[in-house]
């Protein structure tokens, strides 16, 4: 049997980007998984709230200003991860390196903030369920955080490796990028609900 | 042949010339290491629906077990403490182990086949959810084998499962084992996404999608969605029992109801992520056995989108007898009844296709039959319990049973059944008897409704579920025996098809490429196919690809042969985008769930495994994703 070509594929590009490849949709995946976690958690909180007497349980509202510091300096790291994007866009590896090492600093930053957020909170994990669901939300989203902290380490070794040139690479740093971004925004309702709900 | 300004292609390449390049670059090396390493779907798909079958015969030993104590009253056979154990491993292996994995594994098998393309998105990726998998099975089947299976049912509501009932670590371990089938499941799905999505054949346009992979699809979406809610009632679970987390303790602001919304938050999909692949398995053989399509492709579109959506609002109808408030109750009864609107609309479009056919009555289609009988039968007590007042009448009795499992033995079972003897021939190179399978279908469809018909009757007598044993005095009796008696015959059934299948696998009758003249791309490729699956990938220009009128299907070239190569193309019309590399065998993935399941294990026992078990997985992970420098890695 004689196949029938009918396309020619040859001048396709070997590597496709953004949209075009599987580890963007990928990643957007893992987020909407990750996102209804996330949801879920809050909605929990939320429930056990409405049963509850008085909120937060034996605990006066946790006090503001880790918290704060922390949302303030995840809001602002956008700006300098929205430039490695583009650059890593633009396929610059000089200014793609830089920008990585800054992300991963700026990566530790909040792990440092988290510390204080805890002990914020004028409760244990173990003293009742408002203390329940606080630490695991924290927990859950110092997870996230770490776990983008680490990928940005590995992903600036390879960066400084001879593997760095090569589109896949810039493309794996827009996917990491774009999960910083996830990292932030999945923070911004957090935020507001541990911090903000138990005074309203 | 062509040098372009990358690697070598196959435009002007001959036949065999082609065969031989794209062999030594996609075929996986024989020998331990070879098959420990290998990420190609049909291998791993083959493992996947071999263990999944596996799980299905020791869940049904099980089942027998059960039969076996209840057939009499009074019996001494299995003790209170160890039957316990039983229902709760048989429900948790059907629905954890069985029948969610098997439906996956079709997929992980036939998508890629039928959307054309050459391997499933993310391959190590699904390797390292085989092995994860495998681990959660071997974990509860270990923990059952020493006597500390899970004991509280295969929904483990607590307070039964929590920290002050739930003593040892009997709970824990159903609790992991949900962490290891929903990380494999998740997995999964987000491949199946991506392949559908991006590996689609060009013109293959949304419309002309195969309906067993727009049932995936929606399934996998279901997946999404849902798994989530289970992982974190099983994780609050095991925080409340390891360190005395509070979240299901009412004694200090807990709620033992929330543990019932998250499970059935996820529950009641879960009903759909096993019943949605079956529609799909169903809609393809009913269009091969009828020679037409299926009646109203975008109705049966519709309805499976629907059935989706609505699979989330239904789940509190599993909690009527919990006390909820009027209002609630009668919405979900009603979202309840409504989800039996798409499901009836896909069951009209099968039978007007069945009415314009001609019918071909071949032992895959007699299952598609025998599941349209038992599923109507399932819904319609189905939408009996959907009412309150009978559901409180019922609830917790053996009612429920006949009715579940005419839902899911009937829904699910099945038409995977027919699927295995529609689409062996493509998976083994073999035909399964035919007179044999006949008389599997007879022994299963009867022994199935002798069974769990008269289970309906016991309920309604007021048999309670999850009884070790009863009284002399109970009316009961009679109809156990018979029940039964009649399991026997049902195990028959399996048992000749186990042998059918083993038989066949080994000396069968040799298959051609297209045995049944269907008409979807997996038969485009040989039976079994080729380790690249297409010499040259296929283009779609119909629903129909391999339609009758069609002498040989229309083929792209240009494709790499010196590195794995496939093509992603757009996800609305499936137009090409890029030639794409797909990565290459690796032992990295089995490495990571050893990882994995050493750090989950251990996290039963102490919660520092979490942070030092983390740090092996990271390195693993690592191993995996750090490019070797291979062809495949270029750009
Ligand atoms: C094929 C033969 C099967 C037989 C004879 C059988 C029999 C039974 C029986 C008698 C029970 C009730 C046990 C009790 O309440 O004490 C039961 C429970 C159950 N079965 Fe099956 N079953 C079969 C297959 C399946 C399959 C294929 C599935 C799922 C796909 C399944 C899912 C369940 C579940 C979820 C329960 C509830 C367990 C619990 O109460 O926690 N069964 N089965
Ligand atoms: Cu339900």
């Given at each position: 049997m004689k196949d029938k070509v009918v396309?020619?594929?040859?001048?396709?590009?070997?590597h496709g980007l953004?949209?075009?490849?599987?580890s963007w949709w990928g990643t957007l995946a893992f987020m909407l998984i990750e996102g209804t976690g996330f949801a879920l958690a809050i909605v929990v909180y939320l429930y056990l709230m409405s049963l509850?007497?008085?909120?937060?349980l034996d605990a006066a509202p946790p006090d503001l200003v880790a918290g704060t510091t922390l949302t303030v300096f995840l809001v602002l790291s956008v700006l300098p991860n929205i430039l490695v994007n583009r650059w890593a866009r633009q396929q610059d590896l000089r200014k793609v390196r830089i920008g990585l090492i800054v992300m991963s600093l700026v990566g530790i930053v909040p792990l440092i903030l988290r510390a204080f957020e805890f002990p914020a909170m004028?409760?244990?994990?173990?003293?009742n369920a408002y203390g329940s669901i606080v630490w695991v939300m924290l927990g859950l989203h110092t997870t996230h955080i770490l776990t983008d902290l680490v990928e940005t380490l590995v992903l600036t070794c390879l960066m400084f490796?001879?593997?760095?040139?090569?589109p896949r690479r810039f493309g794996d740093v827009n996917d990491n990028a774009m999960y910083w971004n996830f990292v932030v925004a999945t923070w911004l309702p957090m935020y507001a609900c541990l911090y903000w709900v138990p005074r309203l | 042949m062509t040098q372009d300004g990358d690697g070598l292609r196959?435009?002007?390449?001959?036949g065999s010339e082609l065969h031989r390049r794209l062999t030594a670059i996609w075929s996986t090396p024989s020998g331990l290491w070879g098959a420990l390493s290998t990420v190609d779907h049909k291998i791993i798909g083959r493992r996947y629906v071999t263990t999944a079958f596996v799980f299905l015969a020791l869940g049904g030993v099980l089942s027998l077990l059960i039969r076996l104590q209840l057939a009499?009253?009074?019996?001494?056979?299995?003790g209170p403490d160890r039957y316990n154990q039983i229902f709760t491993m048989h429900g948790t292996n059907m629905m954890f182990l069985f029948a969610v994995p098997v439906m996956q594994a079709m997929a992980i098998y036939l998508v890629p086949l039928m959307v054309g393309t050459r391997n499933i998105a993310f391959p190590r990726l699904n390797a390292f959810s085989y092995w994860v998998y495998l681990a959660g099975g071997l974990l509860l089947w270990i923990a059952f084998a020493v006597d500390?299976?899970?004991?509280?049912?295969?929904?483990?509501?607590?307070?039964?499962?929590?920290?002050e009932y739930g003593a040892g670590k009997r709970a824990d371990i159903w609790a992991q084992m949900i962490t290891f089938t929903e990380v494999s499941a998740l997995a999964v799905a987000v491949e199946i996404v991506v392949t559908v999505f991006?590996?689609?054949?060009?013109?293959?346009s949304l419309d002309r999608i195969p309906l067993f992979v727009w049932s995936m699809l929606v399934t996998s979406f279901l997946v999404i969605m849902a798994m989530p809610a289970i992982m974190v009632a099983s994780s609050s679970l095991i925080l409340d029992r390891l360190?005395?987390?509070?979240?299901?303790?009412p004694a200090e602001g807990?709620?033992?109801l929330l543990w019932q919304h998250l499970f059935w938050f996820f529950g009641h999909p879960e009903v759909y992520i096993i019943f949605l692949p079956a529609v799909g398995m169903v809609s393809t053989i009913v269009a091969t056995f009828t020679r037409r399509?299926?009646?109203g492709y975008l109705g049966m579109v519709m309805a499976l989108i629907a059935t989706g959506v609505l699979?989330?609002?239904?789940?509190v109808h599993h909690m009527f007898?919990?006390?909820?408030?009027r209002l609630g109750e009668s919405f979900f009864t009603a979202s309840s009844m409504a989800i039996a609107v798409p499901a009836g609309l896909q069951i009209f479009c099968w039978l007007a296709t069945m009415w314009a056919g001609r019918p071909v009555f071949k032992t895959p289609f007699l299952f598609v039959i025998g599941f349209m009988v038992i599923f109507v039968i399932g819904g319609l007590t189905g939408v009996m319990v959907a009412s309150v007042p009978f559901d409180t009448q019922v609830h917790d009795t053996y009612f429920v049973v006949a009715h579940f499992h005419y839902v899911?033995?009937?829904?699910a079972v099945f038409p995977l059944l027919g699927a295995v003897y529609y689409w062996f021939p493509k998976f083994t190179g073999r035909m399964m008897s035919e007179t044999l399978g006949r008389w599997i279908f007879g022994l299963i469809f009867t022994g199935f409704n002798l069974t769990f018909f008269p289970m309906h009757i016991l309920g309604l007598q007021g048999m309670p579920r999850r009884i070790y044993t009863y009284q002399p005095?109970?009316?009961w009796s009679g109809l156990n025996l018979f029940i039964s008696l009649s399991a026997v015959i049902l195990a028959l059934g399996f048992l000749l098809f186990f042998v059918d299948a083993i038989r066949s696998a080994r000396s069968g009758s040799l298959a051609p490429a297209n045995p049944w003249g269907a008409?979807?791309?997996?038969?485009?490729?040989?039976?079994?196919?080729?380790?690249?699956?297409?010499a040259r990938l296929p283009v779609v220009?119909?629903?129909?690809?391999?339609?009758?009128?069609?002498e040989a299907v229309p083929v792209a070239s240009g494709l790499r042969v010196d590195r794995r190569e496939l093509l992603t193309s757009s996800v609305?019309?499936?137009?090409p985008e890029a030639r794409e590399a797909s990565p290459g065998d690796s032992i990295w993935p089995l490495w990571a769930a050893l990882a994995s399941t050493l750090m989950l294990i251990w996290s039963i026992f102490s919660p520092w495994a979490v942070v030092w078990g983390s740090i092996p997985l990271a390195i693993t992970l690592i191993g995996w994703f750090w490019p070797k420098g291979v062809p495949e890695d270029e750009a």
């Open positions: 396309i020619d594929l040859a001048h396709l590009p070997p953004g949209t075009a490849s599987q509850a007497p008085q909120w937060p004028h409760i244990k994990w173990d003293q490796s001879r593997h760095a040139d090569n | 196959d435009s002007s390449m001959e009499q009253p009074e019996a001494r056979f299995i500390t299976g899970p004991d509280v049912g295969w929904f483990a509501y607590v307070p039964l499962a929590g920290p991006k590996q689609r054949a060009p013109g293959m360190v005395g987390t509070h979240f299901f303790n807990g709620d033992v399509p299926v009646f699979a989330f609002g239904l789940w007898v919990a006390g909820l408030p899911l033995v009937g829904g005095e109970m009316p008409r979807t791309l997996e038969w485009a490729t040989s039976s079994p196919p080729p380790p690249y699956n297409f220009d119909r629903l129909d690809p391999l339609s009758d009128d069609i609305v019309h499936a137009s």
